[in-house]
């Protein structure tokens, strides 16, 4: 964020109407989920809940001499992991420094003559030839923020358009996302904060009280026709009395479906819980009408803006 120069007059600022943009239409394009920079990917590197399952759906799916095409490839492990069975792998990164790190480390690691990095926005990537498998791991709780349903969608697009056939096998095969009614505490040494809030899922410890059963809002796999818009009009029972402030965000990343084995590798990625204008008191049994709609990809203050729950 860019400031002023410091100045050391003390002068009366003018006077002027301010136009406050509302939460909706905060720019994320400047935000952190369409810019992740370097020092950002060791953690995800370093997340097990993330990595392994990625791992297991690679080696298992990846078929012997394919093509695999990683769109928002960061440091290319996904694709280096592909490497050991792909005969060619192209991975495309949208920021310069990210995609020279990925180039790098993968010369470290011996596949850089079986992965090409392209730097450029996946958006508008088509590659040389067919792919066989496509790797996209630009997922964020809900479907917010990072631009996994967009890229996606315009790359199957351009590759039908190219190569007259769709893409075979997208990993994560699938994603679906669930929300709960929660009492999330919100008093920090006595200061209270209503803001958003992430959780480890399955976390020990987490203070959460859970008020009903999740419920799926939604639910698709990457390779059939992907929502642009995302909405919940649908009441949910409480299981337990108590005030819902807060609703949680659930999402399940389906990322390799072993039909031999009739199990899949999920990724079950951290709880968002969002304050809700008006708590609700309510008893077991009660039906709560919960109510919100936002754009794939969108801000959280969109989805928080839209938030409604009443019985």
Request: hydrophobic residues 40%; charged residues 20%.
């Amino acid at each position: 964020m860019k400031t002023a120069p410091f100045d050391s007059r003390i002068k009366s600022p003018p006077r002027r109407r301010v136009e406050v943009a509302p939460l909706h239409k905060i720019d994320e394009e400047a935000h952190l989920g369409q810019f992740i920079p370097l020092h950002y990917h060791g953690q995800m590197l370093g997340n097990e809940q993330r990595m392994a399952p990625f791992h297991e759906a690679i080696e298992k799916l990846v078929p012997l001499g394919s093509h695999v095409v990683e769109l928002g490839g960061g440091t290319g492990v996904m694709s280096f992991l592909a490497s050991k069975r792909a005969r060619r792998v192209t991975l495309v990164e949208r920021l310069p420094q990210v995609a020279a790190a990925a180039r790098r480390l993968l010369a470290i690691n011996g596949v850089s003559d079986r992965v090409a990095v392209f730097e450029g926005d996946a958006r508008d990537f088509t590659p040389e030839e067919p792919a066989d498998v496509v790797i996209c791991e630009m997922l964020h709780a809900g479907l917010l923020r990072e631009k996994q349903i967009e890229v996606i969608t315009a790359f199957k697009a351009r590759h039908k358009e190219r190569f007259g056939k769709d893409v075979p096998r997208i990993l994560p095969e699938a994603t679906f996302l669930g929300v709960q009614l929660v009492h999330q505490p919100y008093d920090f040494h006595g200061y209270h904060a209503p803001v958003p809030l992430f959780f480890e899922a399955g976390a020990q410890g987490v203070n959460t009280v859970e008020l009903s059963d999740p419920l799926v809002y939604a639910g698709f796999e990457y390779t059939r026709r992907l929502p642009q818009f995302l909405s919940h009009d649908t009441p949910l029972t409480a299981t337990n009395a108590g005030t819902v402030n807060a609703l949680r965000f659930i999402t399940k990343n389906v990322v390799g479906v072993f039909i031999t084995e009739g199990r899949s590798a999920d990724w079950h990625m951290p709880y968002l819980s969002l304050p809700l204008p008006r708590p609700v008191e309510v008893s077991p049994g009660d039906h709560v009408r919960v109510r919100f709609q936002y754009e794939t990809g969108g801000s959280i203050e969109s989805l928080q803006s839209s938030l409604q729950a009443s019985l």
